[in-house]
């Protein structure tokens, strides 16, 4: 698969580009089935909701062949060469299983800030290839993107300190500080952007819902500003996502880095397996 020289544009100027039916049905319910699979195995890849549901598994490549299949897909891989200027390697991926009527939110946030703070990334020519697994609607927590705010650069480059909530769960509050990365993954985001932010840049450029049907992919740049919802519909909303970064982006050495699973650090060129399109 190649993109057009608008497609490319578009996606500079706006730093997203979505692009619809990318896969066929039978490579998206074969998904779903391992999905179901995947999220069952009880690992440290495996993130849960303030309601003891799955919210997220990372790197499921690692031990299931459809998912590998995914993200040496030329479907992807060539068109983020393309968009991110050379050879890329994976630098994170997760399964986000936001599930009907317990699907909880993601607070307005960059990307990038994650990775360049915790994780030592140098710039942020980096994107994530999300695969829609569930057709999305405006109900189902779509994730929502303010066209152009990558430009801005890192903003509110500062940490969260609000910390667990009262209302939440002894439970959860003892989940959230079982590691020192888990503030990065579940609800109460470490690094998130102000309300004055978001409206600033929302009167300048307005939001953008990115939906879409079942096989379509979502290109969004590190930096732009994006969320979404709980999901209080009957309907799943799950996504494959794959970060792939440039090979002139790695990470550098850490004293304590975080897990592979979180930021990779084998920068070996991917392959594109052949995908006729």
């Known amino acids: 698969m190649k993109l057009s ?3 490319i544009s578009a996606y500079h100027e706006n730093g997203f580009l979505l692009i619809e039916n990318i896969f066929g049905k039978e490579e998206i319910d074969l998904a779903l089935t391992e999905m179901d699979k995947i999220i069952g195995e009880d690992s440290p890849r495996r993130i849960l909701e303030k309601t003891g549901a799955v919210r997220s598994f990372f790197c499921p490549e690692l ?4 998912y590998k299949q995914i993200t040496l897909s030329g479907k992807l891989v060539n068109p983020s060469r393309q968009l991110l200027g050379g ?5 994170q991926s997760k399964i986000n299983s936001k599930h009907a009527m317990v699907g909880d939110w993601w607070e307005w946030h960059q990307d990038y800030t994650f990775w360049k703070q915790d994780d ?5 020519n980096v994107l ?9 609607n ?6 929502i993107l303010i066209p152009g705010s990558h430009k801005a650069g890192i903003v509110d480059d500062a940490a969260n300190d609000a910390g667990p ?4 769960s002894e439970w959860f509050k003892s989940y959230q500080g079982s590691t020192t990365y888990m503030s990065a993954l579940t609800a109460n985001l470490k690094y998130t952007l102000k309300q004055t932010t978001i409206s600033k840049w929302v009167e300048k450029r307005g939001i953008y819902s990115a939906k879409g049907p079942a096989g379509s992919v979502l290109f969004f740049h590190g930096n732009i500003f994006h969320a979404s919802s709980n999901n209080l519909t009957p309907w799943n909303r799950h996504a494959f996502l794959v970060t792939y970064n440039s090979v002139h982006n790695t990470l550098p050495q850490q004293e304590d880095p975080r897990p592979s699973f979180l930021a990779n650090r084998d920068f070996t060129p991917i392959a ?5 399109r």
Do not use: K, R
């Open 63 to 66: 031990t299931n062949h459809v």
């Open 165 to 168: 909530q009262a209302m939440e």
């Open 138 to 143: 405006e109900f189902n927590g779509p994730l």
């Open 87 to 91: 050879d890329v390697y994976i630098h």
């Open 120 to 124: 030592g990334m140098p710039c942020s």
């Open 272 to 276: 594109a397996m052949d995908d006729h």
């Open 128 to 136: 994530t290839a999300m695969v829609y697994l569930n057709d999305v």
């Open 5 to 7: 020289d608008d497609q």
